[in-house]
């Protein structure tokens, strides 16, 4: 455990050092997060223009939400998204020979090979946004009430990390995962939406079967009406439930994978 | 001018053949769209229950805008014509085009037109299978004038879409990586061309500002045409004019980048 977080740590330096050489590249990828976050903050607004709830939530009761969204998929983007999206492409080139001869768990070592700070520097505008919105509620939650919210949250981000785990898994079956993340990308979306706006057979998708909108409403309703022990359960269930199945996905495509090296 | 259009017919039937081998990548797309479809269906389904109307509009025809963006994305929106653009001028593809009696934009315009053709005819059949849900929602105006109005207008935003790619695809002449750039762009493009929402939602004078940028004309100027939120055929026919100017702006900045470009260029190896 102490080793592998020595490595990430190694591997984080790596990261920091190289973005400090492509600090264009940098600020490009970081504006290019924060006007998608200000898209659907502009969504929001426009459609609050028009209209005082969706689905019973008030203006912003919704940006909650959708910051609560964001910082779940920051944290992604920051952590995991670019050594992830690799892995499609390095399964396809062979070049995923270099992580199994590395010294650690397979998939720890394709997952966090790269940090992207863009992404972990625009968490921190989600966080703003979740603030904000939290400040014009007038909502005081307690320290218990964070630390709830935050470890919702971290939920949360294993059920996307498992989610694109499974998803560029589907290379080592399908040889080239391009445009899979697309997929995740689609998926997420729902994480934007009230539960309550959901119904028949979209409820029953998304709601329960895909964990895409218990991810961002768990931790929102958390901290707009207070702890509730069914939500948390859930949650926990499906972060440990969806986890599993990505190791399980991960480990049974590994065995297919064939070196394209000579 | 025959010869030269012969051209062009083989640079689109090729397109049309190499796009045909991709039809499964299309229609991955085609299918991941309903998703997003659902979320509008959604999202706006649940704005519509607490007012009958936003900005005018019933539920209805804010849903039909929705799926007829969708259609014309697919029939008309640059997919990935900046990024093919950018990596035959990083791996020196392009050289090719220099020595033989071929206009490049031209050329890549009647790839994109067949490319184009194979995506729009593959975003109909997931949207044909969620018709016998959606069909409720539909809600078209029927003045014929809209079809004669509203066929220059998709015409004129395929070419200025096309444009913005083509442009973006030659700043690879002076930058490595052109992703970062085109992703920006992409939101921008999402707001101002009324992807995210319709453009008449914004306050007036906000939408009276965006008339004047050619985002406007790229997907909100047909689908609100098509879908009755423009009513008046002569403002129509204005913004067709906007539309025609933008296009030729387009395609002069088009040309100084490429001849400036190519100033830049180094054609390596035989």
């Known amino acids: ?262 | 001018m025959l010869a030269s259009f012969h051209k062009y017919r083989h640079a689109f039937l090729i397109g049309l053949q190499s796009n045909i081998v991709y039809r499964w990548n299309f229609a991955v797309r085609g299918f991941f769209s309903l998703f997003h479809l659902a979320v509008v269906f959604i999202l706006w389904g649940a704005a519509f229950a607490a007012t009958p109307n936003i900005g005018g509009f019933a539920l209805g025809p804010t849903l039909t805008y929705f799926v007829v963006l969708l259609v014309l994305q697919f029939f008309i929106g640059a997919f990935n014509e900046d990024y093919q653009i950018s990596e035959e001028i990083r791996n020196g593809l392009i050289n090719q085009f220099l020595l033989k009696p071929i206009n490049y934009f031209v050329y890549r315009f009647s790839i994109f037109l067949a490319a184009r053709l194979v995506s729009g005819a593959l975003i109909l059949v997931p949207l044909l299978l969620a018709f016998p849900a959606i069909r409720g929602y539909l809600a078209f105006p029927h003045e014929w004038w809209r079809l004669a109005l509203g066929v220059p207008a998709l015409a004129l935003s395929a070419l200025l879409q096309f444009s913005i790619a083509y442009c973006f695809g030659l700043l690879t002449f002076w930058f490595l990586e052109i992703q970062g750039f085109v992703i920006l762009s992409m939101a921008v493009e999402s707001v101002l061309g009324g992807q995210m929402f319709p453009l008449d939602l914004l306050p007036a004078w906000v939408f009276h500002g965006a008339q004047f940028l050619p985002f406007y004309y790229q997907m909100y100027f047909p689908g609100a045409i098509i879908t009755g939120r423009l009513n008046d055929p002569h403002v129509i026919l204005r913004g067709i004019g906007l539309e025609a100017c933008w296009v030729l702006v387009l395609l002069a900045i088009a040309q100084t980048l490429w001849v400036r470009g190519l100033r830049r260029h180094t054609a390596v190896g035989g």
Request: positive net charge; glycine residues 8%; charged residues 15%.
């Open chain 1, 1 to 262: 455990m102490l080793r592998h977080l020595e490595i990430w740590l190694a591997c984080a330096r790596y990261s920091v050092v190289r973005t400090l050489m492509f600090r264009g590249d940098f600020i490009v990828w970081s504006l290019v997060e924060f006007f998608w976050m200000s898209v659907n903050l502009l969504l929001i607004s426009v459609i609050y223009d028009h209209t005082t709830s969706v689905a019973g939530w008030s203006k912003y009761e919704m940006m909650l939400l959708v910051g609560t969204a964001m910082l779940i998929q920051r944290f992604l983007m920051g952590f995991f998204w670019s050594s992830l999206f690799e892995m499609g492409r390095n399964v396809r080139t062979g070049n995923f020979d270099f992580f199994l001869a590395q010294p650690g768990n397979i998939l720890f070592m394709a997952s966090t090979r790269k940090l992207d700070p863009d992404g972990l520097l625009n968490s921190l505008v989600a966080g703003g946004v979740v603030l904000y919105s939290a400040h014009k509620l007038d909502l005081h939650p307690g320290l218990a009430d964070v630390a709830l919210y935050v470890f919702m949250v971290l939920c949360g981000l294993v059920i996307h990390y498992s989610i694109l785990v499974i998803s560029m898994s589907a290379a080592f079956w399908l040889t080239s995962a391009q445009g899979i993340e697309g997929g995740y990308f689609t998926l997420t979306e729902f994480s934007r939406l009230p539960r309550e706006a959901f119904r028949g057979v979209a409820r029953f998708l998304f709601v329960w079967l895909l964990p895409t909108v218990v991810v961002s409403n768990a931790p929102a309703q958390a901290i707009i009406h207070g702890f509730n022990l069914r939500w948390v359960g859930w949650l926990i269930a499906i972060a440990i439930g969806w986890f599993g199945v990505a190791i399980f996905v991960f480990y049974r495509g590994l065995r297919r994978y064939t070196s394209a090296s000579s």
